[in-house]
């Protein structure tokens, strides 16, 4: 199946989809986001930009690949002409993967002689400089951004982060290579191919060194990176002709109850939630409970029905960083974190049964597991609400009107302010 897809990209999980998505739409393609490749069957064909969803950042490395390689080929079943392998801005991984062992798996599946790997993400505060990451002015690893729950980040310097889990040698393209234009950062790439080296770290400070890195990288069958790096490939498919840079973010009215979920233990969700407490009903899923086998779904469940419609309510599992802890030494880390994501896609599910049509989901893995329990496929991609946050509403039978975040991001009021912009 062809159509006028230009750009497949295939994201590591749904938070981060929705993400590259947005940046996409706001660059002027005409941009789609799945679940996965089963969604694909509701993709327009006139969609210029597919975003394949998955939930393989923090699998096994042989189900990243497996995954990742089945979506590529899906897309280029489309016609897609460049891929785009998004991963999160923080380049969580751990030695073995997964952004390594994906990037070597798609080289081969797109022919890639040369892969640039670029998080950047000025908008939110992360940079790259001489290859290490900052979250504003902090190293990755001197920052609060280091104590992922899943993929606690230990070290700043992405070249032997990279190194560590590649299959191929890594290099670096310096910002003195990125300031001096698209010319030299070509040179330099060419350069560390020509000494055997097939992935390169590519350091970025600005909107504007995306741009060029992006121009750069025209030919490039893959291209890898967190969201900010994909505006500059809409740029080249828009300035080439390919794409009319019409793309709307226009969605349709979504009616009924709304329902707000906190599954994020992040610095800006605690403060998010101590927010939106003072204005939202807060229900409190008690992760103990759920951990020790009660049926707290049940009762979080019942409590919200009892309210839903009458306003927006806030169901939270979201801990401090010491009842984090606690109850991943008691419960191990993994089993707990997906114990308490799908408590909460289980509550979403039944608010869902009841009538609930708008959710606004904070948490990279928790908002993986509510779309799942949701049974969204597709979803069409609607006005920014914050840097890398879309309104969203579901394709096909299940119109839910969406918004998923990563737990880093938004400001303050983000609750209210999805609220806002949601249809």
């Known amino acids: 199946m062809t159509g006028r897809l230009l750009l497949g990209c295939v994201a590591d999980d749904y938070t981060g989809a929705s993400d590259l998505a947005n940046t996409l739409a706001k660059s002027g393609l005409r941009t789609v986001q799945t679940i996965g490749v089963d969604g694909l069957a509701l993709a327009p064909d006139d969609a210029e930009a597919i975003v394949v969803a998955l939930k393989s950042r923090s699998i096994e490395p042989e189900d990243a690949v497996r995954l990742s390689v ?62 290490h990451l900052f979250v504003w002015a902090q190293p990755l690893d001197e920052s609060p ?27 670096l393209v310096p910002w003195q290579d990125v300031a001096a ?79 707000l979920i906190a599954g994020s233990c992040s610095p800006a969700t605690l403060a998010q939630v101590e927010r939106a407490a003072a204005r939202y009903p807060v229900i409190r899923l ?10 707290e779904v049940a009762r979080v469940a019942a409590e919200a029905r009892g309210h839903l419609g009458e306003r927006p309510m806030l169901i939270v599992s979201s801990a401090t960083p010491d009842d984090l ?11 707990a974190g997906r114990a308490v994501e799908q408590a909460l896609a289980a509550v979403a599910a039944a608010l869902a049964g009841a009538g609930a049509r708008r959710f606004v989901v904070a948490g990279g893995e928790t908002s993986g597991a509510v ?23 579901g394709l096909g039978e299940r119109a839910f009107a969406l918004a998923l975040k990563s737990g880093n991001f938004g400001g303050p ?11």
């Open 70 to 131: 089945e979506a590529w080929r899906h897309l280029k079943e489309r016609g897609a002409r460049q891929c785009y392998f998004k991963y999160c801005s923080t380049f969580d991984s751990t030695e073995r993967g997964n952004i390594g062992p994906v990037t070597d798996a798609l080289m081969a599946e797109t022919g890639a002689t040369m892969a640039v790997a670029c998080p950047t993400f000025p908008e939110n505060g992360r940079t790259v400089y001489q290859g």
């Open 145 to 171: 951004l280091r104590d992922h729950p899943l993929n606690p980040m230990r070290d700043a310097n992405l070249v032997r982060v990279l190194q560590a889990q590649s299959g191929t040698r890594v290099g």
């Open 181 to 259: 234009g698209g010319q030299a950062i070509r040179a330099r790439l060419a350069a560390l191919q020509g000494q055997g080296i097939g992935a390169a770290i590519v350091d970025a400070i600005t909107l504007d060194d995306l741009t060029v890195i992006g121009a750069a990288c025209h030919d490039h069958p893959l291209v890898t990176g967190a969201s900010g790096l994909a505006a500059g490939l809409a740029a080249n498919f828009i300035k080439a002709g390919a794409a009319a840079g019409q793309g709307s973010t226009d969605l349709p009215p979504v009616a009924g109850p709304e329902v």
């Open 286 to 295: 008690d992760v103990d409970a759920v951990l020790s086998g009660r049926d």
């Open 325 to 335: 802890r606690r109850v991943q030494e008691t419960h191990g880390r993994d089993a």
């Open 371 to 393: 779309v799942d329990a949701l049974g969204v496929q597709a979803l069409r991609i609607g006005p920014e609400i914050a840097p890398g946050v879309p309104a969203m509403v």
């Open 413 to 423: 009021d983000f609750f209210a302010d999805a609220l806002g912009v949601m249809p």
